[in-house]
């Protein structure tokens, strides 16, 4: 066998308890349900009891904390919509910018040619073919 599996053997290996093993787990047991006033448990509970309250108290902090929480998602979602109204917003005036300048090249256009065929000139296609 390999020595890693020795070590594992011998630490894993059945041990008899001692003999009052089974006294002192059930006096340790006893002691729990009995908490000693010493330093830790009781110091521990008289600064929870400070935060103890009454039960109309506890149920107005739970109703506040739920209100809190809804008006946060409230306002999340009022937000977002605020801010998908300002996107489209913002395409909508990109789409008329275009709009206009496509409607401004066409008048131009059409105002050279009034121009032209004012002045009584040959038409721009006629130049174009001799």
């Known amino acids: 066998?390999?020595?890693?599996?020795?070590?594992?053997?011998?630490?894993?290996?059945?041990?008899?308890?001692?003999p009052d093993?089974?006294?002192?787990?059930?006096?340790?047991i006893e002691a729990g349900r009995h908490p000693k006033a010493g330093w830790g448990r009781a110091r521990l509970t008289s600064w929870?009891?400070?935060?103890?309250?009454?039960?109309v108290a506890r149920l107005r902090w739970i109703a506040a904390g739920a209100l809190a929480c809804l008006l946060a998602v409230i306002g999340s979602v009022e937000y977002w919509?605020?801010?998908?109204?300002?996107?489209?917003g913002e395409m909508a005036r990109q789409q008329v910018i275009l709009a206009l300048h496509i409607a401004s090249d066409k008048?131009?256009?059409?105002?050279s040619e009034v121009k032209r065929v004012d002045r009584r000139q040959p038409p721009v296609r006629a130049r174009a073919s001799q």
């Open 1 to 18: 066998m390999k020595p890693l599996d020795e070590e594992l053997r011998s630490a894993l290996r059945r041990l008899e308890p001692p």
């Open 21 to 28: 093993f089974a006294k002192r787990v059930l006096a340790r």
């Open 48 to 55: 929870m009891a400070s935060f103890r309250l009454p039960r």
């Open 81 to 88: 919509r605020y801010r998908r109204a300002r996107t489209e």
């Open 107 to 111: 008048l131009n256009g059409a105002l």
